[in-house]
C-alpha cells in the first residue's frame, strides 16, 4: 500500500499549483500518495465541461480554464483548499468510491463540530440547510465544492471547503453551474472553531476513508 503524506503548502498561486500536480502524476516514480493543503489568492476556475455562461461578473479576478470536472467556482483566502494526489489502483479504490470518501470525509468532519452536512442527488459536494426552502435544492448551501481529475489510475485537484471565505465573490457567478444557489461558512455556523483544527479533523477523516475503511 502507498505511503500517504499531508503537505501543508500555504498561501499559493493556482495556476502554478495546478501546474505541480500535473506534475506529480505525470512523474511520480515512488509508491508515495500525497494530500496538500492550501490556499489560493481570489480566482474563478472552469472545468471541462464548464459554461462561460455562468461566470457572471469576474470583475478583475483572474479566470482559469482547467481540465478537473464541474462547472465554475471560485478559490480565495478562507478556503480550506485539499488536492489528494492518490493512485487509485493501488488503494483498491473505484472512481466512484473514490469521490464518496471525499464527501464522507467532509460530511465526518462537519459533524464533529455540531454542523450537519448532507449530499444532493447529482450535484457532487456538500450542502448545509439554509434558514428557507427558497432557491436551488430547498435552499440548501453549498459549502464545500469538489472537482476532480484522474489521469492513469492517479487523482488530482480535489475538495474546497469554505471555512471563513468572502462569500460575495460566489455572487458573480452560478456556483457550479446553478442559478442562484447560495453558499455558506463554517465559522457562521461554529464560531468556536479554529481552522486549524478543521484542517487536522479533516485529515484523519481522509485517512479513514483512503486507507482504513474498506471499499
Known amino acids: 500500500m502507498n505511503q500517504l503524506v499531508f503537505r501543508h503548502l500555504g498561501l499559493v498561486d493556482y495556476l502554478e499549483t495546478w501546474q505541480k500536480m500535473k506534475n506529480f502524476v505525470q512523474h511520480r516514480t515512488a509508491d508515495l500518495d500525497e494530500i496538500w493543503f492550501c490556499e489560493h489568492p481570489s480566482v474563478f476556475t472552469v472545468g471541462r465541461q464548464g459554461s462561460p455562461s455562468h461566470l457572471l461578473n469576474p470583475q478583475d479576478v483572474p479566470v482559469v480554464h482547467t481540465d478537473r470536472g464541474g462547472e465554475v467556482t471560485y478559490h480565495g483566502p478562507g478556503q480550506i ?3 489528494p494526489l492518490i493512485h487509485l489502483r493501488k488503494r483498491g479504490l473505484l472512481p ?3 469521490l464518496e470518501a471525499l464527501e464522507s470525509a467532509v460530511i465526518d468532519t462537519l459533524k ?3 454542523i450537519i452536512g448532507f449530499l444532493v442527488s447529482g450535484a457532487p459536494g456538500v450542502y448545509v440547510q ?3 426552502c427558497s ?3 430547498n435552499g440548501a448551501k453549498k459549502i ?3 472537482g476532480i481529475r484522474i489521469s492513469n489510475d492517479c487523482t488530482y485537484h480535489g475538495l474546497s471547503l469554505n471555512f ?3 462569500l460575495s465573490f460566489f455572487e458573480r457567478i452560478n456556483p457550479c453551474g446553478y442559478k442562484g444557489l447560495k453558499t455558506a461558512n463554517i465559522k457562521s455556523l461554529n464560531s468556536a472553531c479554529s481552522k486549524q483544527e478543521i484542517i487536522k479533523i ?3 477523516k481522509l485517512s479513514e476513508y483512503l486507507i482504513e475503511k474498506k471499499h
Open 164 to 166: 471563513d471565505a468572502d
Open 135 to 137: 432557491g436551488p435544492f
Open 96 to 98: 466512484k468510491a473514490y
Open 81 to 83: 483548499v485539499v488536492y
Open 112 to 114: 464533529e463540530i455540531g
Open 202 to 204: 479533516l485529515e484523519r
Open 144 to 146: 464545500c465544492s469538489i
Open 130 to 132: 439554509g434558514p428557507d
